[in-house]
């Protein structure tokens, strides 16, 4: 499909023939008009027109969509770069990366935020990214902005009245009051502007995926667990302990969830000396931990092994623990990280005896890892999942199912504690999951500015003065300044208002465009 921003080609590449109706197709011969000999270019195109304005760009649109071989769409394209020189259409070019949604924009056809949502609907590959990039090609958030723009504008305008006309005009309100009432107004909006930067991180994790930890001691089954899931042999396995030194990134859909699973190497201390941990092991396991703690989960992996007696009276499997393990998971907890449990090699688990166990496992796993709910703890087998012995071999199904229960806890949205009015549902706060980095940036921007205003107005907290000596300690200037930076930063995310530095944000946000877009 070639599309062209002309409505007047149409004649030169189509001599004689009506223009189609708007909005529908025709079947048309496309001619070469500076070849007379063998104009023909193909004869079978479709053709269809849109008049401005109500076109995705708000200018007239002609559409060829001609039969796709490289022959034909080379031969269209030279005849109408051609068409330049024959001084029949204009000037004509190839469209710039973005051209086409850049004059959407700038024809109001298209919001900013909008032509964000676009570039990412273009580049979605799972099912939570696509319906990220569909919720964000409204122009919700756009409107949201602007409302707030305007809100912060309104309360600079009441504020430079005081400047402007207070000796000369009496307002209905005292200047304390208005202080005070456009301070109340302020704090509503921060809290809703701090709730769109807290889930624009937690939309940040569908965007560009939710990086998952596996952590645990050498031959606990991390690399099995991670072929497992990935259904390939993405890491070594091996009996040998240690074999993973380095960390291993494997990109996954899991349920529609983008996830980079790093498998890494084992955790484990010298000990009593009877273990010799050498300079690589030491700095694998410094990689290790340091990746759980950037990580937005982490998969605790503990094996069930036999103890020293297991041959002799059949001693059941017991989980083994490295102490290393068990503080690398508290530190884990400590920086609020989202924590599961998988403990594997059940399949070493007597079946007369399976459930008792199982319960008894559970327990040990919560009293070794007290952070971590008993919904989160899952009893798992690498080894009995190649085997297709039953609907979930090796309890894996189960665990994803868990998993993906946990990717929807961590990526919910926040919203308002207290909404007795139901002022804002829960859509309203799923689309503050779009908002992206540059967004984020900008509200930030506006939050900190806000804050630096109410510092300066807030009369509401107890040890703060109030009546007169609050409005007589308030520097109105500087407050009003505030609340321009703020909509500035507003201004920034939309594109609209008199921000100085627009243009260079379209242009940031245009220059990711393929070209023909």
């Known amino acids: 499909m070639i599309q062209v921003a002309n409505g007047q080609i149409y004649q030169s590449l189509c001599p004689n023939t009506p223009l189609p109706k708007p909005r529908m197709a025709a079947v048309r011969s496309l001619h070469d008009p500076t070849n007379t000999s ?19 760009t708000g200018e007239d ?17 030279a005849a109408i770069s051609r068409l330049d ?17 850049r004059r959407a924009f700038m024809n109001n056809r298209l919001a900013l935020p909008q032509v964000e949502a676009l570039g990412e ?10 319906r990220l990039a569909v919720r964000g090609s409204t122009d919700t958030l756009a409107r949201r902005y602007e409302s707030w723009r305007h809100r912060l504008l309104y309360a600079r305008g009441e ?21 005070a009432s456009v301070a109340d107004q302020l704090r509503a909006l921060r809290a809703q502007i701090a709730l769109h930067v807290q889930n624009a991180s937690k939309g940040e994790l569908l965007r560009s995926g939710i990086r998952i930890a596996l952590l645990g001691a050498p031959n606990a089954g991390k690399s099995s667990l991670l072929n497992r899931v990935v259904g390939k042999e993405a890491a070594i396995v091996s009996t040998e302990e240690g074999t993973t030194r380095d960390i291993v990134d494997v990109g996954v859909d ?19 000396g009877a273990v010799v941990i050498g300079a690589v092991e030491k700095e694998g396991i410094r990689r290790a931990r340091a990746r759980a703690l950037e990580s937005d ?24 623990v490295e102490p290393e393990v068990a503080s690398a998971v508290n530190d884990c907890a400590h920086a609020g990280k989202c924590l599961l449990v998988a403990f594997n090699k059940c399949d070493r688990l007597p079946e007369r005896v399976d459930g008792r166990l199982r319960h008894e496992l559970a327990e040990a796993a919560a009293s070794l890892f007290p952070a971590i709910p008993t919904s989160r703890v899952f009893a798992i087998s690498c080894q009995d999942a190649l085997a297709e012995s039953s609907a979930d071999p090796g309890g894996i199904q189960t665990f994803l199912r868990g998993l993906i229960t946990a990717f929807e806890e961590i990526a919910s949205p926040s919203g308002v504690d207290n909404d007795q009015d139901g002022k804002y ?41 109030e009546g007169d000596e609050a409005a007589a300690g308030v520097d109105i200037v500087t407050a009003a300044e505030h609340l321009r930076a703020a909509a500035d930063a507003l201004a920034k995310i939309t594109g609209k208002g008199e921000s100085g530095d627009v243009e260079d944000v379209l242009g940031v946000v245009f220059e990711k465009f393929c070209v023909g877009k």
């Open 38 to 56: 063998s104009s023909v270019l193909d004869t079978g195109a479709l053709v269809l027109y849109f008049p401005a304005p109500k076109t995705v």
């Open 425 to 465: 549902d829960v859509s309203y706060w799923e689309d503050s999951l779009g908002v992206t980095h540059r967004q984020s940036s900008s509200l930030q921007r506006c939050l900190a500015h806000i804050t630096d205003f109410l510092a300066q107005t807030d009369t509401a907290h107890p040890d703060h003065a």
């Open 254 to 272: 899991l349920g529609g969830w983008f996830c980079k699973l790093g498998d890494m190497a084992g955790i484990r201390s010298a000990g009593d």
């Open 121 to 130: 609907t273009l580049a979605a590959d799972t099912e939570q990214q696509r």
């Open 85 to 101: 020189r024959t001084d029949r259409a204009g000037l004509v070019r190839y469209a710039e990366p973005g051209e086409f949604t």
């Open 159 to 179: 504020l430079e009245a005081l400047i402007d006309f207070a000796e000369d005009q009496d307002f209905e309100e005292s200047s304390e009051q208005l202080i």
């Open 297 to 320: 989960v982490v998969i605790v992996v503990v094996s069930l092994e036999y103890g020293a007696g297991a041959g002799a009276d059949g001693e059941p499997p017991r989980l083994s």
């Open 61 to 77: 649109v002609l559409e060829l969509h001609v039969h796709g071989g490289p022959a034909i769409v080379k031969s269209v394209l």
